[in-house]
């Protein structure tokens, strides 16, 4: 099994910044890529950004340009630095790893963008 933990999360104001931290554990078997979904209520869950092992980059169209995805293949850990956050972010953000098998969710963690 994989276990997937955020962290990171809170209140921030328009404008301001945040870095959410996903540390991945386990049978971590692969060099699989990772990324970060969220969902805001009401909605779907939609994609931020991926990161493959090797570091080729996919985001999300609301996203490109404010946020950034990294990650320490050493750690096992993904990394999402959100600048310019705007109230529309507001959203519970999940990490994820794809592996072959199938996909694991961490937890959640909670943006909240107001002021």
Known sequence: QVQLVESGGGLVQPGGSLRLSCAASGRILGYYPMGWYREAPGKQRELVATM???GNTNYGGSVKGR???SRDNAKNTVYL?????????????????????????????QVTVSS
């Open 52 to 54: 493959s092992y090797g």
């Open 81 to 109: 630095q959100m600048n310019s956050l705007k109230p529309e972010d507001t959203a519970v953000y999940y990490c994820a790893l794809f592996s072959q098998q199938q996909t694991y969710w961490g937890q959640g963690t």
């Open 67 to 69: 946020f950034t995805i």
